[in-house]
């Protein structure tokens, strides 16, 4: 059966359990331990990479936070600076519009992390603008959440290009919620690359790329997996019981689960999130986007 995914590291992980290589041609990955949470960099250099793990070429990073959801001490500061400069390292230049689109269905919990980490970002272009002498040192930062084609009846790109071209964005921050294929990584973990984003692409709804090619500027996309198929679980239940390669895919069909305190994952990993991005985008400490945000 198809086991989907949208995170890169599970689809190398997905890759290898199928194969008998110890390596995959165009595809270098390594792994970190900063301060308690891991982080796995995948890169993929070729079409023979992408291919054989069914993702973009373009560098995925995996930053897994399990320390502060255990409200490990200073946890959630070491969090957000430790997303500061993992966005740094791909968003690369400190100048030039930003616009930030979370995307998303704010009606459905497990699909809300979009527009919830928006009202997380601090939005500083009209004040950047028009009070010059008090936010000139900041970068100029827009955010919209732009719903989703049935609530809207426009597609989620149509808006982010429109509002870009027009803004004169130099850079666009996307983030979504994303489909696992482990429980373990469920709101636990969070995706940042520099590839864009499908919106929707986890629960099989499609809609038209967000990246480089189709905005005409860099996209970098933050998502946390935030749902899992039945069929997914059936399957590793099945595996774990002795059963091997057996097709469970009718099972639980379209079928998605989610952690039962969806709620306050979906607050928590929104904050880091917000909080990672004010932090990559302005000389600023964690106190001064408490402040701004207040």
């Known amino acids: 059966m198809e086991i989907r995914t949208d995170l890169a590291l599970e689809a190398k992980e997905i890759f290898f359990s199928k194969s008998d290589s110890k390596s995959i041609s165009g595809v270098i990955s390594k792994e970190i331990n900063i301060k308690g949470f891991d982080i796995t960099t995948v890169e993929i250099s070729d079409e023979k990479g992408a291919k054989a793990i069914g993702k973009p070429i373009g560098k995925y990073v995996t930053f897994e936070i399990e320390p502060f959801l255990t409200r490990d001490k200073n946890s959630f500061e070491e969090a957000c600076f430790i997303l500061r400069d993992i966005l740094e390292s791909i968003l690369n230049k400190k100048d030039g519009s930003v616009l930030v689109a979370g995307l998303g269905n704010s009606a459905i919990t497990a699909d809300a992390l979009g527009p919830f980490a928006v009202k997380n970002t601090m939005v500083t272009r009209h004040l950047v603008e028009r009070v010059p002498e008090h936010f000139g040192s900041m970068r100029p930062v827009a955010a919209i959440a732009p719903g989703v084609l049935a609530t809207t009846g426009l597609e ?139």
């Open 156 to 294: 989620t790109d149509e808006i982010i290009k429109a509002v870009a071209a027009d803004k004169d964005i130099s850079a666009i921050v996307v983030i979504d919620a994303l489909a696992s294929r482990s429980l373990d990584r469920l709101c636990r973990t969070i995706q940042i690359s520099d590839t864009g984003i499908i919106p929707g692409s986890g629960v099989g709804n499609h809609r038209n790329a967000i990246n480089r090619e189709t905005m005409g500027v860099p996209v970098v996309s933050i998502g946390v997996p935030t749902v899992v198929y039945a069929g997914t679980l059936a399957h590793d239940i099945a595996a774990e019981a002795g059963f091997k390669n057996t097709d469970l895919s009718k099972y639980g069909g379209d079928l998605i689960v989610t952690p039962r305190d969806i709620d306050e994952n979906i607050r928590d990993m929104a904050k880091v999130i917000g909080y990672g991005i004010n932090l990559s985008l302005h000389d600023i400490t964690v106190g001064d986007v408490d402040m701004f945000l207040s």
